[in-house]
């Protein structure tokens, strides 16, 4: 899978845009959280997964589906070698990770109603 194609999924998620964030391509959801990140120089997304999640998708293909290797790893945050994995497995789990952002609380909701 290329970068392009990677790009072309995100974007066709609901409600989801595209920022710079930092070296990267960020795909979030309008008033939302970031679910996925593209660096197009190493051809590697990394997509917001639960942990259950991210450790499925880890058995699958474990070689090139990795927890980032930090403190957002532990957070759920799993690295996809684009070059190197299936298209409809990218595909499904940029649907989870689209779908765990979209029912998360909206960033500029009040906590606490007056």
Known sequence: M??????????????TVENPHFDRA????????????????TGTANL????????VFCSLENNVIY???????LQGWTTFDLKKVPKGLVLDALDIAHKEVFK???KNKARYKK
């Open 67 to 73: 927890p980032v290797p930090n403190k957002f790893g």
């Open 2 to 15: 290329t970068t392009e194609e990677f790009r072309e999924l995100a974007l066709s998620f609901p409600e």
């Open 104 to 106: 998360s609380r909206p």
């Open 48 to 55: 917001k997964l639960s942990e259950i999640d991210q450790g």
């Open 26 to 41: 960020a795909f979030k959801i309008v008033n939302r959280r970031i679910f996925a990140t593209l660096h197009e120089k």
